[in-house]
């Protein structure tokens, strides 16, 4: 998110007046007491007064710009305090943020995309009846972070029998939302193969595509 407060000293200089004109003219509206106005106007006639004494001195010695650099450091110091209890004011309206040139919070969620990646697995076969499936994104293949938007995994396994043609011989396994996921079989499943057919799926619960069929033997 952008600063509220621009860069350069000038456009400060600017920003700041037309904020200390604002909360002086609505000091009761925003719920301020004289004390707070008065030390951001302080704050703005130091910073003012630096800043023009830096631009009128020939040759602009080093200890003017350091000086003009320390007040806006300070009076960007009290700004911002100030900012944050307006921020955190259920009171204060967006309206009135605007006439300050303050951050206006985006409050509209953005609906999560449908996922158009798919999921690619390991399986680490070293225990008994066990497989421990690892996932990742194929378009982030050294990253264990799922997709934006992507709420879990969904997984799906076929037992035995030779490699399914599509995902409706596959039974659901689990919805994972952390790699990895271990599976854990029975004496009856050893020596057997398991074949994973995987998924991603967004927090509206829309699905992508399938990932490529991964197959491991359930040692035994």
């Not at 409706?168 to 919805?175: D, P, R």
Request: negative net charge; aromatic residues 8%; hydrophobic residues 35%.
């Amino acid at each position: 998110m952008p600063d509220y407060i621009p860069p350069s000293d000038g456009d400060y200089l600017a920003w700041l007046q037309n904020f200390v004109t604002y909360i002086t003219a609505n000091s009761v509206i925003l719920g301020l007491i004289p004390a707070q106005v008065t030390a951001i106007t302080n704050q703005f006639n130091l910073f003012e007064a630096a800043y023009e004494a830096n631009n009128t001195a020939q040759n602009a010695a080093q200890a003017t710009a350091q000086a003009k650099d320390d007040q806006r450091a300070a009076s960007e110091t009290v700004v911002r305090s100030q900012v944050a209890q307006f921020q955190e004011n259920p009171a204060i309206t967006d309206p009135q943020r605007e006439s300050m040139s303050i951050t206006v919070r985006d409050t509209t969620k953005t609906p999560s995309s449908v996922p158009t990646t798919r999921p690619t697995a390991t399986i680490d076969t070293s225990q008994r009846f066990t497989h421990v499936i690892s996932f990742r994104d194929e378009a982030t293949p050294d990253n264990r972070k799922k997709p934006d938007g992507v709420a879990h995994c969904e997984i799906w396994v076929k037992i035995g029998g030779p490699v399914p043609v599509g995902p409706n011989e596959c039974s659901f396994l689990a919805a994972d939302t952390v790699t990895p996921y271990t599976a854990t079989y029975d004496g009856a499943d050893g020596g057997k193969l398991a074949h994973y057919m995987l998924r991603w799926v967004n927090t509206r619960g829309q699905q992508g595509p399938w990932s490529a069929t991964v197959t491991a033997t359930i040692a035994a």
